[in-house]
């Protein structure tokens, strides 16, 4: 018997009560299944497999920074066998933790890279397919791969980095990894302008010409910009550093580290011997030219 609100009381056949439970139940676990899904697929822009849609899922939500949704085995799970007849086994996820088990793919993955992967938005050519994308799924020698995978590289950095967001440190270390990518395509410009300073005085040319479109330098780096990236993004720049005041200091320092070479290469030589010559030139200017040598 149901009681009414009305207080009468109205008989219920106990076939439409467990009816309404079955409906109910079922509209549960359709909610549920709902929520998850989209906690983790965020419209099918999330790395990795979802424990419920499988592994058609790539990485390109960056605002997407929630923890992943676990499936929860239970020690009396019964995994399905694979084509080599071979079972997951329930204790590789007491000894492996970022081991994540799929169900209706059967495979696993690494949890920690995922969500390391999708946060940080690495070039996909550095992770592990296996455990991140596809999934892993031989169960012939699986205690081998986890292990090689715990081990990698990009493994020991997700876990890192993970571990370094709960510290709230994550902030000055991409900070720290931005400003040491940008010192270092700066280094790599400065020795390729250094460079073609260096040619254009051995080879006695002018750098400068009658207009700035004309000078032999920005002519050569433009020429060399084509093979270098960093070189190009450089003279994008509005700051480019490469006036007649830089290039002078160039040449200075330049002449300073050749004398300071001579003057050590002399003064470590048990004999030298400095040699000058005198001639004049078609125009009739004398050219004077001082050299050493050094045994």
Request: proline fraction near 3%; include cysteine.
């Amino acid at each position: 018997q149901v009681r009414c609100s009305r207080g009468t009381t109205s008989h219920v056949s106990l076939h439409y009560l467990l009816y309404l439970c079955c409906v109910i139940g079922r509209l549960l676990s359709q909610v549920y299944r709902l929520v998850t899904s989209s906690a983790f697929d965020d419209g099918g822009s999330t790395v990795g497999l979802s424990p419920h849609c499988g592994a058609n899922c790539h990485n390109t939500d960056e605002t997407s920074h929630q923890p992943l949704p676990r499936f929860h085995l239970a020690k009396n799970y019964e995994f399905p066998k694979n084509s080599s007849d071979r079972p997951c086994q329930y204790s590789w996820f007491k000894r492996f933790s970022w081991l994540q088990y799929i169900e209706c793919r059967d495979v696993v993955i690494c949890q920690k890279c995922i969500q390391a992967f999708r946060e940080k938005g690495d070039d996909p050519a550095v992770i592990e397919p296996s455990f991140i994308k596809t999934g892993f799924s031989n169960w012939r020698k699986p205690l081998e791969r986890f292990r090689g995978h715990e081990t990698s590289r990009y493994h020991v950095e997700s876990v890192t980095y993970l571990e370094m967001k709960k510290k709230g440190l994550v902030g000055i270390g991409h900070l720290t990894k931005h400003a040491s990518r940008q010192q270092e395509e700066a280094r790599a410009t400065l020795r390729v302008i250094v460079s073609l300073v260096r040619y254009l005085c051995n080879t006695d040319q002018a750098l400068q010409g009658r207009t700035k479109q004309e000078d032999n330098w920005i002519e050569l780096l433009d020429e060399r910009s084509g093979d270098i990236p960093a070189l190009k993004k450089w003279l994008t720049r509005r700051d480019k550093w490469l006036s007649g005041a830089i290039q002078n200091e160039m040449i200075e320092i330049m002449a300073q580290m050749l004398q300071h070479n001579i003057s050590t290469a002399i003064n470590m030589s048990l004999f030298f011997k400095i040699i000058a010559d005198e001639t004049t030139d078609m125009m009739g200017d004398e050219q004077f030219a001082l050299g050493g040598q050094c045994q």
